[in-house]
């Protein structure tokens, strides 16, 4: 018990941490520890998931419903979730029964790691390392996000995607690749355009023949 409460006070001490180091609005540790619902979220669900890992009946769905309501944020109890994870503002945030988070992961708010349907089993997201998924994003069913993948906000990936990678857009996709870590922020006014992109190519094409039959 006592190697438990210690691992627990380890995991808080790390999530307060990441909030410093991702949130520059942060200013001081009574601010963090009283202000911040994400944080709060986020402990509530680590005693939620050691109960449900004790098979403990009832009580973990509480203590999620019971955080949804002072939050906004659902964490299901069965969800598993690494270490410096990271929810900014956190309003509307859902995360699923068989979500499964890595390392180092930010997301925002309104963002949906759910499912796609009434089917048993793995039926849930599972995100990779370092992945950051912007406001409003919506990561649906049992695909793979990998590591360092950026998620452009109002996006909705319904698809596995490669890591390394960044992707925007209903449906997600991918807009940029690398072979080299992805940049640690998220810059939404630096994003491609893939629908932009594939418009200029259309009006070039459209000017091309226009020229061709004038001459």
Known sequence: MISTLKRGITKVKEDIKVIYDKDPAAGNILEVIFCYPGLHALIAYRLAHKLQKWHLPI??????????????????????????FFIDHGEGVVI????????????????????????????H?????????GAGAKILGNITIGDNVRVGAGSVVIESVPADSTVVGVPGRIVSHTENKAEDTLMHNKIPDPIMAELDRLRFDVDSIIEKLQK
Do not use: F
């Open 59 to 84: 009580i973990p769905r509480m203590i999620s419903y019971l955080t949804r309501i002072i939050t906004g944020i659902e964490i299901h109890p069965a969800a598993i979730i690494g270490h410096r």
């Open 125 to 133: 997201p599972t995100l990779g390392n370092n992945v950051i998924v």
């Open 96 to 123: 699923g029964e068989t979500t499964e988070i890595g390392d180092d992961v930010l997301i925002y708010q309104q963002v949906t790691l759910g499912g796609t349907g009434n089917e048993h089993g793995k039926r």
